[in-house]
């Protein structure tokens, strides 16, 4: 099925840096998700985006919908250990036709963070 | 957040047995549940969606014959995976969502063939 293009595809740094990572899309999405997928676990919703060009935070997570909704990015400002995992973007239409819920997921940001 | 379970949280079986994987949502009632393979260093890849009270729509190349969705009630649906093959092993995954608002994912039952 469809995938998103997500980058990079893994990133290595040291607790404290920022981490930014983003999402495109050839499709135009009206919502867009970031969640994070620890080893053996389901993904976790971190930051729901509804409208474009909207700007949201979660402590310090911070998540863009893009203005063509074809995109969006997510920060992670002082990273730390724990922020260590699996970070997946994902799209979903809310309007009618076959697509109508689903999600569309990226490839995934595999974060690694040294103490 | 709402609260999705599974289970079991891994199993192991013979090839050609079939397995069930039950998702159950916790503290809401979900219309529908959606159902996701995931092989190891990739992403989630949606099987089939599952409307309580009615047959599930598969994805394309998924063959809804194998792979067996049955959602009885607002809270519990069921995937079974019939005669399973080494290739099947995977980590399925399920969500749920009360209309078509956000999605909770279950932890996941991770599923080995031998």
């Known amino acids: 099925g469809q995938q998103l293009n997500q980058s990079p595809q893994s990133m290595f740094i040291q607790e404290g840096e920022d981490v930014s990572m983003n999402c495109t899309s050839s499709s135009i999405f009206n919502t867009w998700l970031w969640y994070k997928q620890d080893p053996g676990e389901g993904p976790v919703l971190l930051i729901a985006?509804?409208?474009?060009?909207e700007l949201t935070s979660n402590g310090r997570l911070t998540a863009q919908f893009g203005i063509t909704r074809k995109d969006s990015f997510l920060n992670i400002s002082a990273s730390i250990p724990s922020d260590v995992g699996i970070y997946f973007c994902a799209g979903q239409l809310r309007a009618g036709g076959t697509s109508y819920g689903k999600l569309t997921f990226g490839q995934g940001t595999i974060l690694t963070v040294h103490p | 957040g709402a609260v999705v379970s599974q289970h079991p949280s891994w199993v192991i079986c013979k090839s050609g047995t079939s397995v069930k994987i039950e998702c159950r949502s916790l503290?809401?009632?979900?219309?529908?549940m959606f159902w996701y393979r995931q092989f190891p260093k990739q992403s989630l890849m949606l099987m089939a969606t599952?409307?309580?009270?009615?047959?599930?729509?598969?994805e394309q190349g998924v063959e809804k014959d194998k792979f067996l969705i049955n959602h009885a009630s607002l809270t519990l649906s069921t995937l079974t995976v019939t005669s399973a093959h080494p290739e099947d092993s995977s980590f399925y995954i399920c969500?749920?969502?009360?209309?078509?608002?956000?999605?909770?994912f279950g932890p996941g039952t991770r599923l080995l063939v031998l």
């Open positions: 985006l509804y409208k474009a060009g």
């Open positions: 503290d809401f009632q979900a219309t529908t």
């Open positions: 599952s409307n309580e009270g009615s047959k599930a729509t598969y």
């Open positions: 969500s749920a969502t009360r209309g078509m608002g956000t999605q909770y």
